[in-house]
């Protein structure tokens, strides 16, 4: 592997020593870091298909830590709320990074303490400045001049914004500008050992919020509330980014999953309430966990009935997830269990791997062409939708070689509050 790979991460280090075991000690600063050797991994595998397509540059760009997955897999950083940043990797193994910060790079802590790879640029570029919409280009250009790659390659292409691709396509026309987002995709969708150790923290994470919740979603609370309490609960408990999905309504009434903008209902006793945490644990992994609460009282056996069947049809799911499957059997079969229960029919998504992103691919949709493959992980999302009434259902799973192993131990219950 090229020395340069990650070199910048010795700086952040020391290295204890005891009997034949080596441990890594970060800086404070740092609140779940992945260990080195992970980030070395990445940079080794993406460099080896950057040398079979004789690719010079690869470079992502990052807006939000929800769906930012590429430049965290290559830096361990993530930007926050539109606050841009990019990195490139060159075929010499180096990383460069981007941001968005008055010059001269002001990092928080400091470069040689961070793993982001070699400061390059910054400006205080920002999407409301329409005056700063080149400013990004123009620091990865100066890069390119310097540096005459032939062939660079983009990930996550559609979240790239427009103005910076523009400006690099037009100044530097020498150059092949590639789409390599599934090459990207297929690496990543893949977890590794030290990757799967951090989904499993997430999952723990969820299991154990779920358990605070029947305290939380009590009669006369708005549900904007509960999802602040959760929202406190897994940072306390170690996670980082949260999205929190929640529908409610009176027994045996049809309701829609809403998003944090429309959580203003207020529970009532006897109210059906359903709660989704796709949330990342401790270094950034995402995983999803949602159950049914029944607010202040027992559930009825209507909802048992269906809550049983929402569980039938997440083992049916489930048991399509073995490695080789095309996503597209998948959703035909399951669309056609679904008719023939009576509820109604997936149109979009509603299972999909995660890691750095909430979302990510293989997903089961119209469209997917990514074949599932040993160790991904993936979140199955149960919507059971009928003349008469809704249930929900959610976990992650890690597909193995022996079949799908579900990473959240919270039972298969409905909670009553």
């Known amino acids: 592997m090229n020395g ?54 690869i470079l992502t760009q990052n807006l939000t830590q929800y769906m930012g997955g590429c430049n965290r897999w290559l830096t361990d950083t993530t930007a926050e709320n539109n606050y841009p940043q990019s990195s490139f990797l060159t075929k010499d193994g180096d990383i460069g990074y981007i941001a968005c910060s008055g010059p001269p790079l002001d990092l928080y802590p400091p470069s040689h303490l961070l793993r982001i790879g070699k400061p390059w640029a910054a400006a205080p570029y920002f999407s409301v400045f329409n005056f700063t919409n080149d400013w990004e280009g123009r620091l990865f250009v100066k890069w390119a001049k310097e540096n005459n790659p032939k062939r660079i390659g983009i990930t996550g292409l559609s979240m790239i914004q427009w103005n910076y691709y523009k400006y690099i396509a037009e100044k530097l026309p020498d150059a092949e500008i590639l789409d390599v987002s599934s090459l990207f995709d297929e690496i990543r969708a893949i977890k590794s050992e030290d990757e799967i150790k951090f989904l499993g923290k997430s999952a723990a994470v969820q299991d154990k919020v779920m358990g605070y919740i029947p305290a939380l979603a009590q009669p006369g609370v708005r549900e904007y509330e ?91 799911i489930a048991g399509m997830l073995h490695p080789g499957m095309n996503p597209q059997v998948i959703f035909a079969a399951y669309n056609a269990y679904l008719a023939e229960k009576g509820y109604k029919q997936e149109t979009g998504l509603f299972a999909y791997g995660q890691g750095y992103d909430h979302i990510e691919r293989p997903s089961i949709q119209p469209g997917e062409t990514m074949k599932f493959a040993q160790d991904m992980c993936l979140a199955v999302n149960t919507s059971l939708v009928s003349a008469e009434r809704t249930i929900y259902c959610a976990d992650s799973f890690l597909l193995k070689a022996n079949g799908p192993q579900k990473l959240h131990k919270t039972p298969f219950i409905i909670f009553r509050t």
């Not at 080195?36 to 010079?56: H, Y």
């Not at 409610?248 to 109210?271: W, Y």
Request: net charge positive; charged share 30%.
């Open 226 to 316: 509960v999802r602040s309490k959760i929202m406190q609960l897994v940072t306390d408990f170690g996670g980082e980014e949260m999205v929190v999905i929640i529908g409610s309504a009176p027994r045996g009434e049809k309701f829609d999953l809403m998003p944090g903008f429309f959580q203003n209902r207020e529970l009532q006793q006897g109210d059906e309430l359903y709660i989704r945490l796709q949330c990342s644990g401790p270094g950034g992994m995402f995983t999803t966990l949602g159950r049914m609460f029944s607010v202040g009282c027992e559930p009825s056996d209507a909802m048992q009935k269906s809550w049983q069947e929402a569980i039938a049809s997440q083992r049916k």
């Open 4 to 57: 340069k790979v990650h070199s910048f991460a010795a700086k952040a280090i020391k290295r204890l020593r005891g009997g034949n075991t080596m441990a890594e000690v970060f800086h404070e600063r740092l609140k779940s870091p992945i260990p080195t050797k992970e980030l070395e991994r990445r940079s080794r595998e993406l460099l080896a298909v950057m040398k079979k397509e004789n690719i010079d540059c």
